[in-house]
Nanobody, 124 residues
Framework: QVQLVESGGGLVQVGGSLRLSCAAS????????MGWFRQHPGKEREFVAA????????YYANSVKGRFAISRDNAQSTVYLQMNSLTPEDTAVYYC?????????????????WGQGTQVTVSS
């Protein structure tokens, strides 16, 4: 079991940057693939990015490719999401999630543990 706590959200202007962090507790962080998802008001949660257990493989949604970067520090049990060139369409609640598997996936239903979310608001 992994407990997850996101931080780093906030209000930023168009074109700005934010770095989200997700601190994990529990003994299985390094054994978990990690993902970031986001949820716009009134919409379903959508995939943003994912990273393999050792960090060697990453996947991104097309909408954020080239602007966002996922990374992890297993020694600190933390996964990050660096978000650059933000647009109003990036406004959402961002969640990190853990999946106790070697396989990284884009589907929310396959993630076992979730954080409480952090709000990101991009103002124009």
């Amino acid at each position: 079991q992994v407990q997850l706590v996101e931080s780093g959200g906030g209000l930023v202007q168009v074109g700005g940057s934010l770095r989200l962090s997700c601190a994990a507790s529990g003994r299985t962080f390094s054994g978990s693939a990690m993902g970031w998802f986001r949820q716009h008001p009134g919409k379903e949660r959508e995939f943003v990015a994912a990273i393999s257990r050792a960090g060697g493989r990453t996947y991104y949604a097309n909408s954020v490719k080239g602007r966002f970067a996922i990374s992890r520090d297993n020694a600190q049990s933390t996964v990050y999401l660096q978000m650059n060139s933000l647009t109003p369409e990036d406004t959402a609640v961002y969640y990190c999630a853990a999946r106790a598997s070697i396989i990284i996936v884009r589907t929310a239903e396959y993630y076992n543990n979730w954080g409480q979310g952090t709000q990101v608001t991009v103002s124009s």
